[in-house]
């Protein structure tokens, strides 16, 4: 079974700049994450997706950040303008809602560096 | 949002040591996943505890979850080098259809050969 695909796995621009990033969530999972991660600390929840509707965007900052996940699929994470505080890791995760069990598989990550 | 703390936040221990790292809240939780992140790499999940007081054993790693479902502990036993990484705990809660999760402040634990 394929894992959680992200790409790019490693994305650096200036600050200002626009930046996008890509998930494909394992086959059949209907809820999609996406995390922000500091460095050493817990992901931080950004979006939450079940099928292509949003379950929790609270801590989504909506001035600068989007996301959609149009086909119930995949889905695009974007930030414009960038900020030099959104350097961190991003991750995506899924999973298939087993009950109270919320076991989730992330992918590698992304990586943004701005400058 | 449901609030996380895990302690210790950095762990260095010889190998051989026996650690235990804590997880702990004032909110109740359906369920908590315990985490382990390597430099690089997504979080992979370790453990799930369901029950007030359940145990779990992975080899020589055992995770409890509190009898009130707002906490939980990791034990491990013979650290070894591979057990290097960020340790997170995760708590599901809420109602209805939708479960949201948060996840802990992360203990980040190196075991020296």
């Known amino acids: 079974e394929a894992g959680v695909a992200q790409s790019p796995r490693y994305k650096i621009i200036e600050k200002r700049q626009s930046v996008a990033f890509w998930c494909n969530p394992i086959s059949g999972h209907a809820t999609l994450y996406w995390y922000q991660q500091i460095l050493g600390q817990g992901p931080k929840l950004l979006i939450q997706?079940?099928?292509?509707?949003?379950?929790?965007d609270s801590q989504l900052p909506k001035d600068r950040f989007s996301a959609e996940r149009l086909k119930g699929v995949d889905s695009t994470l974007k930030i414009q303008p960038a900020k030099l505080e959104d350097s961190a890791v991003y991750l995506c995760?899924?999973?298939?809602?087993?009950?109270?069990?919320?076991?989730?598989?992330f992918g590698p990550g992304t990586r943004l560096t701005v400058t | 949002t449901q609030l996380l703390e895990q302690s210790p936040q950095f762990l260095s221990i010889q190998e051989g040591e026996n650690l235990t790292v804590y997880c702990n809240s004032s909110s109740v939780f359906s369920s908590l996943q315990w985490y382990r992140q390597e430099p690089g790499e997504g979080p992979v999940l370790l453990v799930t505890v369901v029950t007030g007081g359940e145990v779990k054993k992975l080899k020589r790693l055992t995770f409890q979850f509190g009898d009130a479902r707002k906490d939980s502990s990791l034990h491990i036993t013979a650290a070894q080098p591979g057990d290097t990484g960020l340790y997170l705990c995760?708590?599901?809660?809420?109602?209805?259809?939708?479960?949201?999760?948060?996840f802990g402040t992360g203990t980040k634990l190196q075991v020296i050969p």
């Open positions: 995760a708590g599901a809660y809420g109602s209805g259809g939708y479960q949201k999760v948060t």
């Open positions: 995760a899924s999973n298939e809602r087993l009950g109270p069990r919320y076991e989730q598989y």
């Open positions: 997706f079940q099928n292509n509707g949003v379950v929790d």
